[in-house]
């Protein structure tokens, strides 16, 4: 067996291999990776074959939903197979683009299969995908909220970092450019699609307000801390200049008073410490009206409002919302993978 998984596969590997085992391929890349190579060093330059796909699908159950996309080292060996997707390699790959993942096997690196997707990605759908591989979620449709919590698989940093090693791979260009957009530490994929609604410039679709630290650690005195049993709030989204707080809420209209007392305990807290805390709850995310409200309010408190007479950027921001929130709802992607017979069970029909 020499298959070199790529590509969607690739992206399917971290997002739901077990993470014990994302534990320890993440460990071993940074600590050993791979030297600059050429598939052809990896995979002989043969022909992938159906038996081989399938002793890696069986390597790791319930991890890959469609034919495995594969590199090839030369166009010769670009042959279509049933359960095969091949794409013929770069003539060179800079170090830490592979890593082991059995005996004859390798996976695209995080950093690799971000240049990869980004070759047919949006520039929103490639920072999207760059704030989650660095975030603390993973989505997954065989969860019940479509994700999971996970550690990050990857650094802003290190995306720029490769990006700009690797001359010669399909996609580097929008993931250079994705890469100035993409922040760490977000816990959900309506966190991210919040944080580039806020903060991509308007000619994307966002509201060009400032970039917001997200889930960034705020201590709290400690005169104030038996009452909170806590040392520490994370904010979702924190300004720390303007000592602006967002916080999205998506329980908040299916919440008892144990909850709500502990909100308003969190929020009295937060402003005594001299921050303004403004909730975004998902009816306000989902209803695009209620959203520009918002949004208003917060480019009020921020001072990034548009000056009269600036250049109306409406249409992109209507579209980048129905990209990141109107066709892509956590429960969309759930209903659409059922729809697709997106199981978990490989091999796919064909």
Not at 89 to 114: D, K
Not at 268 to 297: H, I, K, P, W
Not at 304 to 326: D, I
């Amino acid at each position: 067996m020499a298959l070199v998984v790529s590509h969607q596969s690739a992206l399917e590997f971290w997002r739901r291999a077990p993470e014990s085992v994302v534990a320890a391929a993440l460990a071993e890349l940074r600590q050993c990776g791979t030297p600059q190579l050429r598939v052809c060093d990896l995979q002989g330059g043969s022909k992938p074959s159906p038996v081989e796909a399938q002793e890696v699908a069986d390597l790791f159950p319930c991890v890959f939903t469609g034919s495995l996309h594969v590199l090839v080292g030369t166009s010769a060996a670009r042959v279509r197979r049933a359960c095969i997707v091949p794409h013929v390699g770069a003539a060179s790959y800079p170090p830490g683009s592979f890593v082991r993942i059995a005996s004859g096997a390798w996976v695209a690196s995080p950093e690799l299969c971000f240049v990869q997707l980004s070759q047919k990605l949006s520039l929103a759908r490639a920072v999207e995908l760059g704030t989650e591989l660095c975030g603390r979620y993973r989505k997954d449709s065989r969860q019940e909220k479509g994700m999971a919590a996970a550690w990050p698989l990857a650094t802003p940093e290190s995306l720029a970092c490769y990006g700009e090693q690797a001359k010669g791979v399909y996609g580097r260009k929008v993931a250079l450019k994705a890469c100035r957009y993409t922040v760490p530490s977000s816990r959900s994929p309506m966190e991210t699609a919040a944080y580039m609604l806020f903060a991509l410039p308007r000619t994307y679709g966002g509201r060009n307000t400032s970039v917001p630290q997200l889930n960034e650690r705020i201590d709290i005195p400690a005169e104030v801390r038996p009452v909170t049993n806590s040392r520490y709030f994370e904010a979702d989204l924190l300004w720390p200049q303007q000592r602006l707080i967002v916080e999205y809420d998506s329980k908040q209209e299916h919440v008892g008073s144990e909850r709500i007392a502990r909100d308003a305990m969190r929020k009295n807290v937060l402003t005594s410490m001299g921050y303004t805390v403004l909730t975004l709850t998902t009816r306000q995310l989902f209803d695009y009206g209620e959203f520009c409200r918002f949004a208003r309010m917060l480019e009020s408190h921020l001072g990034t409002a548009p000056s009269r007479g600036a250049k109306n950027f409406a249409p992109e921001q209507r579209a980048l919302w129905e990209t990141l929130v109107a066709r892509s709802s956590l429960s969309t992607q759930r209903e659409g993978a059922v729809r697709q017979g997106q199981s978990g069970v490989w091999p796919p029909s064909v």
